[in-house]
């Protein structure tokens, strides 16, 4: 008996094996939800009353009509911008909580840097 002929019988289950194998992760895969590991858990009801506040004013929006424009100036004058007001805020990235912060030129001049000094 061959060698190549003991291995092409060998490797024909194999390679079957395999295939089913990797069809299946990619089934499992696409099936499980993403998983947020290291993220701290919320609770559903968490951002359900500012959701009910944004509601309770598109509903106000849709009865009334289009708003003129001194009152969406008012109301983006309120907070970040007129329909989320104040929500939030204090999550959201801006100058004074992202002080340490690299900035993109900064990233990709390290990168340069690094690259430059290999070769």
């Known amino acids: 008996m061959n060698f190549t002929q003991f291995l092409s019988t060998w490797l024909r289950p194999v390679r079957f094996l395999l295939a089913i194998a990797v069809c299946a992760m990619l089934l499992i895969s696409n099936v499980q939800p993403a998983a947020a590991f290291g993220m701290p858990k919320s609770s559903p ?6 959701f009910d506040k944004v509601l309770d004013e598109s ?4 009865e ?3 708003p003129s424009m ?11 911008n007129e329909v989320q007001k104040d929500a939030d805020a204090d999550k959201m990235k801006n100058a004074q909580n992202s002080q340490q912060a690299t ?3 900064e990233q990709v001049k390290h ?5 430059s000094t290999k070769g």
């Open 59 to 62: 509903g106000r929006f849709i």
């Open 64 to 66: 009334s009509g289009p």
């Open 103 to 105: 900035s993109v030129e």
């Open 70 to 80: 001194e009152d969406v100036q008012s109301g983006s004058q309120k907070g970040i």
């Open 45 to 50: 009801s968490e951002g359900a009353t500012q």
């Open 111 to 115: 990168a340069l840097e690094k690259t």
